[in-house]
């Protein structure tokens, strides 16, 4: 008998976390890296979220919370779905878990039985794979092309889906492509989605703050979908909260209640500290962090501008969250400075080794022509590595 499961052996390290720990390893070797492969803004918390927070230490919140969230915080987040995407969801839809990470995985384990599939569009945010696969659930990957700014068109969605379709999971604004569908998008999407009225939406919104276009729109508010999406949002991102580790789900009733029995289970419910802390930040307008997305605007179109300038690299033009992610494959096949590349993996890596800038392969994310670039670095440090990548390519 072996030491460990099936299912853990066959389970993948999370890519964008493996990358970010070998970085931090080289890093305290004294190697000169510059670190784009974390999907992590470099903006601390801001302070008004930061005083909530010791408000609550100070005020002595040290209990077991319950298992779904606090109440003030389940209603700060019905009160952000109605101003913010126009939903209505009562107390009983809303589950707050440890980062929208445990959301995902809940709602996994809450409805994939054996054999079911999942529809994901590619790329995908590279967690998604691993979530349906521990769950038992199949993924059935979906491969857009760079000319629709890798968006799943309603054609090859009806050709995905079989009579074992249980779900599809998307991100809009998407990790890693930064691509958002339009109002009209996910109208087409809903037009096949309502003739198999059996299949399920996830819908991660987790960057809909960090949008260039303006104007992000839910799954859940299009015609038929509120009662077949789970919506799952979170802190981390726009708020600049990773580590405080706060998501949540809107979802029907009887989804969000199985989401709450297994997190009773497993976790007992997300840190006390750091909900109470969520509270204020979701209860604030959304313009008490927009100088952050500014800022990433500005960095997008350095980013894109100073890629334009790299022999070999391709990019589509996202338009939010805070990914590139270029083809690289003109390079597959060549020997760079002694290395032969055969493949994206090759490739970040030898951008790791050779230009001391880390990157994420995108067969993380069911694309092995692309890598992701995360531009949630200071300008100096994105032009830094932009140079040094292009130095280590020509
Ligand atoms: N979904 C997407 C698309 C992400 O990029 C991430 C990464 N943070 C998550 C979910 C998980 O976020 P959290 O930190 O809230 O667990
Ligand atoms: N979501 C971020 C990323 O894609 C953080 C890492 C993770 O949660 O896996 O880089």
């Known amino acids: 008998m072996s030491l460990l499961s099936e299912r853990i ?10 990358m970010a720990a070998k970085a931090r390893e080289l890093k305290a070797e004294g190697k000169d890296i510059i670190g ?12 008004f979220i930061k005083e ?12 077991y919370t319950p298992v779904d969230g606090y109440a003030e915080l389940k209603q700060a987040v019905i009160t952000k779905f109605k101003r913010d995407n126009n939903l209505t969801y009562t107390l009983p839809q809303i589950v707050v878990s440890t ?30 794979s691993d979530i349906v696969k521990v769950a038992e659930g199949v993924p059935v990957e979906v491969e857009t092309s760079i000319e629709n700014d890798f968006k799943m068109t309603a054609a090859q969605l009806e050709a995905a889906i079989t009579p074992k379709t249980k779900m599809i999971w998307f991100s809009s604004p998407c990790n890693p492509s930064g691509s958002v569908y339009s109002r009209e998008e996910l109208e087409a999407l809903a037009v096949v989605l309502r003739k198999h009225p059996n299949i399920y939406v996830v819908s991660d919104e987790i960057y809909e703050h960090i949008n260039f276009i303006g104007g992000h729109v839910s799954m859940a508010e299009i015609d038929g979908m509120y009662d077949k999406t789970i919506t799952i949002n979170g802190v981390s991102k726009a708020f600049a909260m990773t580590g405080w580790r706060i998501g949540y789900l809107g979802a029907p009733e009887a989804i969000a209640r199985a989401c709450n029995k297994i997190q009773g289970q497993v976790t007992s419910g997300a840190n006390c500290i750091a909900q109470r802390a969520v509270i204020t930040a979701l209860n604030e307008s959304p313009s008490r962090v927009q100088f952050m997305i500014d ?15 790299v022999d070999g690299f391709t990019t589509n033009t996202p338009e939010g969250a805070f990914y590139v992610f270029p083809n690289i494959s003109s390079f597959f096949g060549k020997t760079l400075r002694g290395k032969k590349i055969n493949n994206a993996t090759d490739f970040s890596l030898y951008l790791l080794e050779e230009a001391l800038v880390a990157t994420v392969t995108g067969e993380a994310f069911g694309n092995p022509n692309c890598i992701r670039i995360s531009y949630a670095a200071s300008q100096d440090q994105i032009i830094e590595a932009i140079k040094r990548i292009k130095e280590a390519v020509s």
Do not use: H
């Not at 784009?36 to 302070?47: C, I, Q």
């Open 9 to 18: 052996i066959n389970m993948s390290t999370s890519a964008t976390l493996a």
């Open 36 to 47: 784009l492969s974390l999907g992590e803004p470099d903006f601390n918390t801001p302070d």
């Open 52 to 63: 909530a927070a010791i408000q609550a230490i100070n005020e002595n919140y040290s209990s």
């Open 99 to 128: 980062g929208a990470k445990q959301c995902l995985y809940n709602v996994a384990m809450v409805m994939l039985n054996s054999g079911d599939e999942v529809i994901l569009p590619c790329p995908y945010w590279v967690s998604y």
């Open 295 to 309: 800022e990433f605007k500005v960095r997008r179109d350095l980013v894109l501008d100073l890629l334009n300038d």
